[in-house]
Structure formats: C-alpha cells, structure tokens
C-alpha cells in the first residue's frame, strides 16, 4: 500500500507561486511515478505533470508547460511541483497519484493505483 499526501495549496492572486508537495509512505517511493492533477468544480480531472521513476522523465499538460516544475527528492519520498505565473483558470483541487515502476509518465487517471486526498489552490484575478 501508499499513502500520499499534498499540501501547499491555498489562496494566492494571479502571478504569484506556489509550491506543492506531494509526501508517500507505505511502499519504496523510489519506484513510484508520481503524477499530479486537477479538478475544479463540475469539471473532470485532468493531468497537470508527471515525473517516472526510474529515469526521472517529466510530462506536461500543454496548459503548464513553462509555467510548472514537478521534480522529486527520493531523500525525502517526496515530489514537489513549483507553480509559477499561476491564473485564475490554475484554480482547482490538486491531487498527487502513483503507480508502481510505471514505465512512463500516465496521462489519465486509470494509469496510477493510489491518490491523496487533495489540496486546494486558488488564484484570485
């Protein structure tokens, strides 16, 4: 079993930052690959970045790309995701999800096993 936890959401305006963390437990986080995503209100969850395990290979959403870092410290089992520039449209309810010694970097929700609860970011215009 893992156990993930977020935290680092909370209520900024546009073009401020912040940063994510996403902490496992339970299982060798080293073979995890982590992805994170997203879901605001009456719409589905969608993929925001994701980092592999083995070879550290991140993927982006096109909506992200430039603006968001996901990188990890096996140190510390977790993974973080820097938020830069972040707009209004960046807000929704963040989740971390993992798999194991998934090869690559799953881009649906089906691709990982086990999810956190969730953290709450909001961007004020």
């Known amino acids: 079993q893992v156990q993930l936890v977020e935290s680092g959401g909370g209520l900024v305006q546009a073009g401020d930052s912040l940063r994510l963390s996403c902490a496992a437990s339970g299982s060798s986080f080293s073979s995890l690959t982590i992805g994170w995503f997203r879901q605001a209100p009456g719409k589905e969850r969608t993929f925001v970045a994701g980092i592999t395990w083995s070879l550290m290979v991140t993927n982006y959403a096109d909506s992200v790309k430039g603006r968001f870092t996901i990188s990890r410290d096996n140190a510390e089992n977790t993974v973080y995701l820097q938020m830069n520039s972040l707009k209004p449209d960046d807000t929704a309810v963040y989740y971390c999800?993992?798999?194991?010694?998934?090869?690559?970097?799953?881009?649906?929700?089906?691709?990982?096993?086990?999810w956190g609860p969730g953290t709450q970011v909001t961007v004020s215009s």
């Open positions: 999800a993992a798999r194991k010694r998934l090869p690559r970097v799953g881009l649906d929700v089906n691709s990982y096993d086990y």
